[in-house]
DNA sequence: TCTATATTTCCAAGATTATAGAAATATGAA
DNA sequence: TTCATATTTCTATAATCTTGGAAATATAGA
């Protein structure tokens, strides 16, 4: 994970409609939905689904995975991962930091 | 935390420059730098440092405190958890998936 | 007060992104 | 092969975002 990359992620999911994707996807489990249940669930348009499920599949967000006519989609839950650990990278100067210590910095990245 | 808020707090970390001041203040701790030191250290121009500032202190990624003639900025550790319990919301339906039941669910959501 | 330093706001130009209609492509069934 | 369904690509328009120079504002010290 880089900078690069990190900002194509982001970016990928920071959006309404791929938030939502991303989510519905996250909820399904590993099985994933086909393009047209999605469009269903969320009402949006072909081309525009499309689109976005492009960005997310090329961030690497989501898979792909196609069976008959149908191409199924489901969350890549590994990146997400990748993601977070690029974001909280050497914390607090990798010092040990406990919740008591100060406020500001409260378990979560310690 | 809804998707409107979201989506503000991921578009605010989708920026090159905004992800380089967050990951900057992570790593710095709950003391923070001030606006003149992360602009030397990240060679940005002010008014463009100024805006991208604003832009996370928005999103509420990170804190501001005035110390005298200095202003400083630190990561906001709690408001990047409450994002990512957002978005792991009823993974996988709320069944328990173990790592070993498929790959693509490996312990990052359950 | 006056001066120097720190930070923000204003502004305009350039770059990127989202949308959906229409056409194109891909797959399976008859 | 022919047809129906599923999904993607093409395209143009509209909207939003990023940048940094210059000016404005805020604070501390002399």
Chains 1, 2 share one sequence.
Do not use: W
């Amino acid at each position: 994970m880089n900078t690069k990359t990190a900002v194509i992620l982001l970016a990928a999911l920071a959006q309404d409609t791929r938030l939502a994707i991303y989510r519905l996807l996250v909820q399904e489990g590993p099985e994933g939905l086909a393009v047209g249940q999605i469009g269903e669930r969320l009402e949006v348009a072909n081309a525009t689904l499309s689109f976005h499920l492009k960005e997310l599949t090329h961030a690497g967000l989501i898979n792909r995975r196609q069976d008959g006519r149908f191409i199924y989609y489901s969350a890549n839950y590994e990146q997400m991962n990748n993601l977070l650990g690029f974001m909280t990278e050497n914390c607090c100067q990798g010092q040990a930091c406990e919740p008591s210590d100060h406020k500001s910095c409260d378990n979560s990245c310690c």
